[in-house]
């Protein structure tokens, strides 16, 4: 069984590449169909073994949350009468994404480096395909389309141009090697940075090669979110690094305040000579009307549409993915809203907030609430950068969503299992 968790725990490292191809058969995505096949191995595990469920444990708030998700939104349907095929596939979408969390969360008997390993395997494979189409890009104009072979691509991505975004108002070419877009890069290698800074007990030159090559992944990726948590990582990293020596205190307050105006002055500079990060600037913080950006669409947007729920509706939600039939029932409009784009595409916290509720953002609160408490300080820096990443996108039960969680998970067991972290590989080093 042992083996069969850490095929299963593996596999999900692989999902975020796979989401873009077609099933072979039963349904039309290639995760998903992977997805069903997981769930049916964790649930064959997870009823093969004992387990208690207490009532302060984190697997009981997670439980919690998830039927006041799945509840809420069957309700919600029947209010806007939108039960239709497409929902009910979201919503087993959904409920084998809980499944698989809510085994994660019990699953304890594992080979915690070895998956690690596979992960960092991964990353490293993906950010060098990414650097190498990077560099073929900008230096001989050749395009490396990066899809699978012989795997067919869903149709809304086009085969010829897969892996590369040009925004017509920047006529920058983004490049993400086999993910269709930089930021799903950027999301996928996140957790590994904080795997190599905080975590594996590895030598201090690998571990600053290995963290330095991913950090400038992400920044080649240009997505704003991943360079934002990736800063965030970092600063993580040397706090711990400097924690409990003398006068520690007066001495990063120097640093930071230095940081601050240098990275004040390079913002001004940038702002004016680079269009890349002009652009990088204008997704992250500025709306303009009939324009999409992260501020405007994700979080303004969320934010506005939050406002013009009754109050009812503001305490108990209108049910998961459920946003587009309700508005087109009850004709809410927000001043955000950019024509042809997702009406259902918020960041997680008003994902949480607009399907379930404030009840429902309090479960999930007290969830998250009770990781954090059950976990140590390299898991926490994981959940920290979660946190950001649901301020700014939309991961609500989706790939990354997943992909996070089980990366705190392979923390905990690794802490657990007697892992060396690196804060002990650090005192060695003197």
Known sequence: MKKIRNIVLGSIFVLPVLQYYKAPFLVDNLAFFIEIILVLLMITVFLSERFTLGKSSVS?????????????????????????????NILISFCMFAIMTFCMLHFEDLEAIKIIRFYGLLSKMFCTIAIVQYILYYTTGYVWVCKIPLFVLEDIYNPEVFGTITYTWTKISHLSGVFAEPAHLSLFVLPYLVFILFVLDISRRRRWAEAIFITVSIFLS????????????????????????????????????????????????????????????????????????????????????????????????IGYKNYNSFSDLYQIISVYDVEGVNKEYFSAIFQILIYFGMAGFAFWGKFFEKLLKRSGYEARVLIVVFFLLCIASSILMEITWQMFICSVCLINTYKKEGGMFIKNARNEDG
């Open 60 to 88: 009981f708030y997670f439980l919690i949350a998830a039927i006041w998700s799945v509840g809420i939104t069957m309700v919600s349907w029947l209010r806007t009468y939108s039960s239709d095929m497409r929902n009910m």
């Open 222 to 317: 240009t997505s704003g979110t991943g360079i934002l948590a990736g800063a965030i990582i970092w600063l993580f990293f040397f706090l711990q690094k400097n924690y409990g020596k003398r006068n520690a205190n007066q001495e990063w307050g120097m640093k930071i305040l230095l940081v601050c105006m240098m990275a004040l002055v390079a913002h001004v500079v940038l702002l004016q000579t680079s269009v890349n990060y002009a652009h990088l600037v204008r997704t992250l913080f500025v709306w303009q009307p009939g324009k999409q950006s992260k501020s405007g669409y994700r979080i303004y947007r969320g934010i506005d549409i939050y406002l013009q729920l009754s109050f009812f509706e503001k305490i108990f939600g």
